[in-house]
């Protein structure tokens, strides 16, 4: 029999339900009383990964250590667990299909047919038991993408069936995450959605081993045999998931619940109550705030919040470490275009840049950090919103008029930041940026050094263009230093500016590295800048109380 445990989540009944938060949660649980744990995300989209997508179609693109373009859950998994994913916590349909077309052209089926059974359910269990077979965790968690009944995810709910009877049905475990309705009309919670949804498990051939309920309102005991009646389900394995106020109160609704338990009684482990004092906290300090500050968030897919669901969790994490309450306004660049900016920005107490692609609101996010630098506002800018930054001072500080980035404008007289060598003949667009942790050694006496406290340092990465390495000593002259360099490239990783309050823009992705446990210093230092800049201003007083 294996050592390794494996949990799947599946979801029914509707879209968007949670599962990548209840995986998480479950996992923090289980990590908290010593268990070795993982999770693992398996999509059925046919993208090879969620790189070329649009962020209205799929939200934010996580990226990993080893260079990974992923599901945005992985950044849940992350900021629950404080542990690094990997390329291969994150498994698309198209990847599955992929790796099984190429081993058909090296002729590895020996001339077989190939079919969804068994190449293609091999390929996912494959992937599913690698980090079973690595021997480093007791508990393999993985949740499958998509909703029960979707054609996509039909491979992916056989695998797990196969996996059930190959490895015994005492080593792997089905949690079904689903939807309990509140007809207000009729004042009830409707129950048969659910039982609709593990039907539609079961004739994939899978049992549910517990149901997790997200709700609106309490499931009375009543309601819980119901479910538990009619789905085969013990009444202690339904669960109830009642919204929260915050994604962090989930671990411990799911622990009065008893999520873990039922899990480990399963598997035959024993529990033991989690250790979660420093997870509880930093939600004491989330809920009970000393300050509030306003933050403006600048950008272009500001009608999706998960287009920028790591920063926005960056900034709860920092807020929660300085005791404030960090309200984020979502500002489209767009609507900045039109020269009203200092309608729209002088309240704030802070304002970052947000990264993104394309020249959709280029003008308005260069008005903005104008602005701000003008005016002494704190200042952050992630990826794209570092190379504004750059734009902006050549413009309007060295009078390059038309100083732009090549991705802007190819024929721009002063490309202060240009594609860089390495990408001129990439003509592939998918997994070809410069992705993942890179080194970046930081020049002591800068601001950044004093935010890291050391002056070497790996954050990861995802763009295509850079500083243009032509311009530093003309923009450092006039006061924009490069204060962390790559030390094999010489890419501008930090640029600050002497002189200003708190103004610095990084090329790499900061908020892809900020947990719970581990704040990234440059949100907290950040949050501390605009909590001070707030304080002397009268005008703003009334928003520290």
Partial sequence: MPNTKYVFVTGGVSSSLGKGIVAASLAKLLQAQGFRITIQKLDPYINIDPGTLNPYEHGECFVTDDGAETDLDLGHYERFLNVPT????????????QSVIDKERRGEFL????????HITNEIKERVQVFGKSGDYDIVITEIGGTVGDIESLPYIEAVRQMKWELGYENVLVIHLTFIPYLAAAGELKTKPTQHSVKTLMESGVQADVLVCRTEHELSTKIRSKISRFCNVAQDAVIQSIDASTIYDVPNLMLEEGLDKVVLKKFGFQWKEPELSQWNKFLFRHKNPENTIRIGLIGKYVEL????????????????ENSTA?????????SLESGKVSSVLSHLHGVVVAPGFGERGI????AAVQYVREQGIPFFGICLGMQMAVIEFARNVLNLKEANSTEMDENTPDPVISLMESQKSIIEKGGTMRLGSWE?????GTLAYQIYGTDAIKER???RYEFNDHYRKMITDAGMIASGTNPETGLVEIIELTGHPWFVGVQYHP?????VASPHPLFVNFIEAALKYAVPSKKNTAALN
């Fill in 511 to 515: 908020e892809y590295k900020s947990t």
């Fill in 326 to 334: 960090v309200k984020v306004e979502c500002i489209h660049s767009e």
């Fill in 111 to 118: 001339g077989r047919t190939v079919q969804v059974i068994p």
């Fill in 461 to 463: 990465h995802r763009h």
């Fill in 363 to 366: 003008e308005g996010k260069i």
């Fill in 86 to 97: 990997s390329q291969a916590n994150n498994v698309t349909t198209g990847r599955i299909y």
């Fill in 440 to 444: 970046c050694e930081i020049a002591k």
């Fill in 305 to 320: 919040q998960d287009s920028y669901k790591s920063i926005l969790e960056s900034f709860i994490h920092a807020g929660a």
